[in-house]
């Protein structure tokens, strides 16, 4: 076929998520859909996927983009006459350890939330089930019948035959080579044979995404590892539809094929491979065979499944497949061209995540925003360097092991770092830091003392830094403690039409009085909150946004795609030229007064304003804010000042009780307070008004900005939920989040935020519950609410407000 001159959409890349896209955008009616595929349908790692089809996952979003696989695949051939090979065969989650075994138990207690049929079992149930399994290594594990496996070739035809139907148009044979960007947005694709034009693309040519984004300053961060599999020979024993397999303590899965067995790893320790090493008509395309690389892997699955050392090995597959550094996903529109849409990245889960990915895909395409909260899997959400090869050829060595490892509370990072370090990071260290990674910052998580070792002992329980950050958490609540925040994202936005522009982007009156801090969320048209900031107005034409240094990011792309054409507005990132202390505590006021002449009354310093202050030898701006809960100031001085500002605020607070004190600290007093989290607590399904923030929204002010008719409009009609607050009855479990939560025996919402409380000595929590009746206070203290940790139901105690301090006597102090 000629290809066309022209197309609405063009997917570039012919696998299973780009065929799903196309699909999906049919069945919304947009017809005039192009896929360009440089080899043939599923040629680059479709092809050779194991086809394993688990709907169960860590979130709601998650749960709900693999469940509807489950339906898709088993109504396809109906609806386009080719069979996809779907078997809803169950599977088994094996956990050969109590540690696995309560994380396992973690994830089956939020069945209720996801609506899915789970169950826990037993060793011998789980012989029952797979006869071929030697139960005597496991202690438990769970079932969910719904899951199963599918064909990847045959479920790729059947969409690519479906999308067809619908009108799209399939190119085989077609390289594409790069994009035609014209005024920031996308007009067309460029091929070796030819151009076509376009109001719309879609990169989905995985592996191979990266490079092709490179070419227009787009970062798509992926980097493949060698994945491997074996399939044996055929036994009588191994009978049609077993259970897939899922041991993740022996890192392996195991499904039936065809009366074969096929086992795949993913291994602690993968084989990143750089795509250079591959032939550009690398189509079906296999690596060599690594036994050695392998024999871990399958001894864990000889232990496991005693028959397969009777079996001869039929096929060693070893085949790339792209992953990211985070373990996330990559969806979105480009932040740096329009209309030019992601969807890579899928760390070996494409195939049971394609139809899910595929419908939100093409809903956020036709509805110019997502549907749904994919702001975890958001492709603006990069920095810079995280598109180093180095950077990612050694931090994808432990992604890929990560699938299948225990998601420990607070697990950090261990390959490819540090990459960047707060100008304090030495100094921390010799006073016994323990350093966690967030968007690439080395951040002091707690301070090892005491005879602790300064390294991470991981459980469900209390982990070791338990007792130091108790401390840590007293010295805020009753003396003074300070915090390194230099990793926060600092972003000036300035120019004339500053004050204009962001009055419409955010939720609150952005029109104060110099000096002023405005608490504020950005919300997108149905009202959810897709950023939770500060603003300091620094002069009439420049504010200074404060946000989380992984949220920054997508909170700068968020303004500028934003911003009118024509305002006349820069935004400039500014972290790496400023480090932010936080001195905070009821002792914090006689400190800051031993080190700066300024007046830190109330009346000359009160809450959220902003000063120029002198501190030692330094000009700094102190700004009188707290995310802890208590009376403090944080304070922003240029980088080459903050070293000696801190020597003397630790010599002038040592007989204040001051002591260093780190993040997990911190989110133990936040979530005492009642501090919202975003990603956690709100999410672009919360609205400010649900989530109890709607001190932050101002109605009042005259400008229609984002998201107002929908907060009006819920306001009108009333709310449907509540963000509550919770503490246990027992002092002794450790509340982590996504736990459910019931009353009187019935299951009405999770967990969203949780902490073990110092101050109030059992574990606290957030979590959004159902606003059905008017009463809703009395609904709370009515009823009997227990909260499911693992299993296990603990009473807890339910409130509208935070149960430490919700009057702000001691903020205000």
């Given amino acids: 076929m000629t290809l066309p001159s022209h197309a609405q959409v063009i997917v570039v890349g012919g696998g299973i998520i780009g065929t799903s896209i196309a699909y999906h955008l049919t069945k919304a009616r947009w017809r005039d859909v192009v896929i360009l595929e440089r080899g043939q349908l599923t040629c680059g790692t479709t092809w050779h996927a194991a086809g394993l089809v688990g709907q169960l996952r860590s979130s709601l979003i998650m749960t709900n983009l693999s469940r509807y696989g489950v339906e898709l695949f088993s109504a396809l051939k109906e609806e386009t006459g080719q069979d996809t090979g779907f078997r809803q065969t169950g599977s088994l989650m094996l956990a050969r350890t109590p540690e696995r075994l309560t994380e396992i138990a973690r994830r089956i207690a939020l069945v209720d939330h996801f609506q899915l049929e789970a169950q826990m079992v037993t060793p011998d149930e789980i012989g029952r089930s797979h006869p071929l399994v030697d139960v005597k290594r496991l202690v438990g594990g769970a079932y969910i019948p719904g899951d199963g496996t599918t064909n990847p070739i045959d479920t790729t035809q059947a969409l690519a035959k479906g999308a067809r139907q619908g009108g799209a148009k399939i190119f085989e044979g077609v390289t594409v080579t790069g994009f035609q960007i014209k005024n920031g947005s996308i007009r067309g694709v460029l091929t070796d044979k030819g151009n076509i034009g376009c109001e719309v693309a879609v990169l989905c040519a995985g592996a191979w995404s990266r490079e092709l984004g490179k070419s227009i300053g787009l ?261 003074v403690a300070i915090f390194d925040l230099s990793s926060f994202g600092k972003t000036f936005i300035e120019g004339p039409d500053a004050e204009a522009e962001l009055q419409r982007i955010c939720a609150n009156n952005m029109s104060v009085a110099l000096g002023n801090l405005v608490y504020t969320q950005m919300l997108n048209s149905r009202g959810g909150i897709v950023a939770d900031v500060t603003f300091t107005r620094l002069s009439e034409k420049r504010y200074m946004m404060v946000t989380s240094a992984p949220a920054q990011p997508t909170d700068i792309n968020w303004i500028r795609k934003n911003l009118r054409p024509d305002s006349r507005v820069v935004v400039t990132d500014v972290t790496s030229g400023f480090a932010v202390l936080s001195v905070m505590g009821p002792k914090s006021r006689n400190l800051m007064r031993r080190v700066s002449p300024a007046d830190f009354s109330n009346e000359a310093f009160p809450f959220r304003s902003s000063r120029q202050i002198e501190i030692g030898y330094a000009i700094a701006t102190a700004q009188r804010v707290t995310y802890v809960g208590e009376l403090g100031w944080e304070i922003y001085l240029p980088t080459e000042f903050v070293g000696p500002v801190f020597d003397l605020l630790v010599k002038e607070g040592e007989d204040l009780g001051l002591r260093l004190a780190g993040g997990h600290a911190i989110e133990s007093l936040r979530i005492e307070k009642g501090y919202r989290h975003f990603g956690h607590d709100i999410t672009p399904t919360d609205s400010p008004l649900e989530a109890g923030l709607g001190f932050a929204v101002s109605l009042r002010k005259h400008e229609d900005f984002i998201g107002r008719k929908a907060l009006e409009k819920l306001k009108a009609e009333g709310l449907r939920r509540r963000l509550a607050f919770f503490r246990l009855t027992d002092p002794e479990p450790i509340l982590l989040h996504d736990e459910p939560i019931y009353r009187n025996g019935i299951y009405v919402g999770r967990t969203t935020s949780a902490a073990y409380g110092h101050t109030l000595g059992c574990s606290v929590a957030m979590g959004y519950v159902a606003d059905v009746v008017e009463a809703w206070p009395d609904w709370l203290s009515n009823g009997q609410f227990e909260i499911d940790l693992a299993g296990v139901k603990h009473a807890a105690i339910a409130s509208t407000r935070p149960f430490y301090d919700p009057d702000n006597t001691r903020v205000k102090a």
């Avoid at 044996?232 to 049609?240: D, G, R, V, Y």
């Avoid at 959400?381 to 990560?402: A, T």
């Avoid at 968007?439 to 005879?451: L, V």
């Fill in 219 to 479: 970062k798509i961060p992926l980097y493949a590892a060698e994945h491997m599999y074996v399939v044996t020979e055929t036994h009588k024993n191994i009978t049609p539809n077993l259970p897939v397999l899922r041991d993740g303590d022996g890192f392996v899965y195991v499904k039936e094929d065809a009366g074969k067995l096929l086992v795949g790893t993913f291994e602690p320790r993968a084989k990143p491979l750089p795509m250079s090493k591959l032939p550009s008509n690398f189509h079906f395309g296999e690596l060599s065979p690594d036994w050695d690389h392998f024999e871990r892997s399958l001894s864990h699955a000889l232990e496991l499944i005693p028959l397969l050392a009777d079996l001869g090995i039929r096929h060693f597959l070893n085949g790339p497949e792209s992953f990211t550094p985070d373990n996330r996903f990559i969806l979105g529109e480009a932040p740096n061209v329009a209309n030019l849409y992601v969807a890579a990245g899928f760390n070996s889960q494409g195939i049971v995540m394609s139809a899910g990915v595929g419908k939100a895909m093409s809903e956020w395409i036709v509805q110019g925003e997502p549907t749904m909260d994919l702001s975890d899997l958001d492709v603006a959400r990069f920095n810079d360097f995280e598109i180093n090869e180095r950077f990612l050829h050694d931090r994808i060595s432990e992604s890929v092991g990560r699938l299948q490892a225990i998601h420990w509370p607070n697990r950090q990072f261990e390959t490819a770092r540090p990459v960047r370090e707060t100008p304090l990071h030495s100094r921390l260290q010799k006073k016994g830091a323990v350093f966690g990674s967030a968007a690439g910052w080395e951040r002091a998580n707690w301070y090892a003392r005491d005879g602790v070792k300064s390294q991470y002992e991981y459980s469900f329980g209390r982990q070791n830094w338990f007792e130091c950050v108790a401390g840590e958490h007293r010295a805020a609540r009753e003396d």
